[in-house]
DNA sequence: ATGACGTTTCGGAAACGGCCGAAATGTCGC
DNA sequence: GCGACATTTCGGCCGTTTCCGAAACGTCAT
């Protein structure tokens, strides 16, 4: 660590802030594809081995050991162990906003078949942290808006009364928030390029979904899988129609 | 550039997927020191020169040259020749609400006095890219929080029906703005550690703000100086006590 | 034209950081 | 206790990156 080593310089702005060393600290911290590739494997939320995600950044674990130590030490990470495994997660939602916030300026000036996922299954139904993203995710947005139940813009979103109703009467509570009106934000979809619902709406609609059986996680991947109850359900309360995977 | 350079290895999630790569890419820009503090000068807002950002990086101009030029290809910053000069400012909102997400991540974990701005004028009032934060931001966001006038939570915020009519009176129009209602989106401001406005409110607040003479940028800092006439109106409009700065 | 200034390009030197092999630590199952 | 497994620590190699000096380019003023 060089001791903040300040130059001085004349009829310059502003000399080396401390608080911009720490935005490098944390952005040096993503800006390495094994740990990149970390990232992107947690940012659905879920915990996973350091082991396992040796295997997702495609390098040994003593290497991939280091770079989580890093991350976590940077307060990227959050671990937990049990037994001989370690289990590491994002840290807060705070760091999946981030990374949503990275995702999305990667996504830009590049044409989205050579960025977004490449499979099938990526592009139709993905968790992003605690919510649906991909053309699941963007339909059920896509549906309540039109329905008036939320708006979205670019800077945010509401849910309208009716919305608080229509939500009430298909068992998603969103009147135990905290904070007073329930909110949700709007969470650009990089393979889409379009919003889909992210926030404590958005996370309270995957858990219910995941709850009753209409989506269920595929083994060792990030995508979801609608079942044929889902299907059905999606279209008679959302209106949307789930294309049949593969 | 390595050519993607995959190594199989058994029992792995999912190997280097190309978006992570991309994410990385990003994240490696705002990831050096020097690159680091050029953006966070740029957080304001405005545009500057090369040379200026240089002595901002605390780097002779050659290399500011070539971090420019790299940020640029990256798509983070745009560049206007005029002149002489290049002005470097922001791509797009979407960088400045990235780099948000990564000051509030950087902010966590270290105790505010460590992190956020040192000097006094900085923690009272200066611009976050087109809006206002400091205690100046963050006291208008609550003053319009307690009025009743926007509603902010974690997930996002709303302007309320009164909000719209005070707003109205106040010169602040938010009718013209596309996407149906006006929406407004909190930043976390990572000094204070309380939201403030964000989002087309926040810019439209700021703008009028600079427009009717209530606070005025000081030369060469990204800190704002509120005028007499400013205090007064502020404490008339909003209910704000602005303390005399320095 | 000439000189001053702002900016970029090119060169090489030095430092940083990622990667793996080897080995140590800790945990589970028997 | 003893192997098998998951994870971490240590040491050294090697590629990448950053940095600056020197020089070239473009623009403005005289």
């Not at 339909?139 to 800077?155: F, K, N, P, R, Y």
């Not at 509401?158 to 928030?177: K, M, N, P, Q, Y």
Request: glycine residues 10%.
């Amino acid at each position: 660590m060089s001791p903040l080593a300040l130059r001085t310089r004349a009829g310059q702005i502003r000399r080396m802030s401390s608080t911009a060393n720490q935005l490098a600290a944390v952005a040096a911290c993503a800006g390495d594809p094994a740990r990149a590739n970390i990232l992107a494997t947690l940012m659905d939320g879920r915990a996973f081995t350091a082991g396992e995600l040796s295997g997702a950044a495609g390098v040994t674990p003593q290497t991939a050991s280091g770079h989580l130590a890093r991350m976590t030490e940077a307060g990227l990470l959050s671990v937990a162990r049990q037994g001989r495994h370690r289990y590491y997660r994002l840290a807060s939602p705070h760091v999946a906003q981030m990374l949503e916030g990275m995702l999305v300026v990667a996504s830009e000036g590049l044409p989205p078949e050579k960025f977004g996922p490449r499979t099938a299954a990526m592009r139709l139904a993905r968790t992003c942290y605690d919510h649906f993203a991909g053309r699941l995710g963007v339909s059920i947005a896509d549906s309540l808006v039109a329905a008036g139940h939320v708006v979205l813009s670019d800077d945010g979103g509401t849910v309208t009364a009716g919305g608080r109703a229509f939500f009430a009467r298909t068992g998603i509570d969103l009147e135990t928030h905290r904070g007073g009106r329930p909110a949700c934000r709007p969470c650009l979809d990089w393979s889409e390029r379009r919003y889909h619902l992210a926030g404590v709406l958005g996370a309270r609609i995957a858990a219910s979904c995941f709850e009753h059986g209409w989506v269920r996680r595929r083994p060792r991947e990030r995508t979801v899988d609608v079942t044929p109850l889902g299907r059905k359900r999606f279209r008679e309360v959302y209106g949307v129609q789930i294309e049949e995977a593969r």
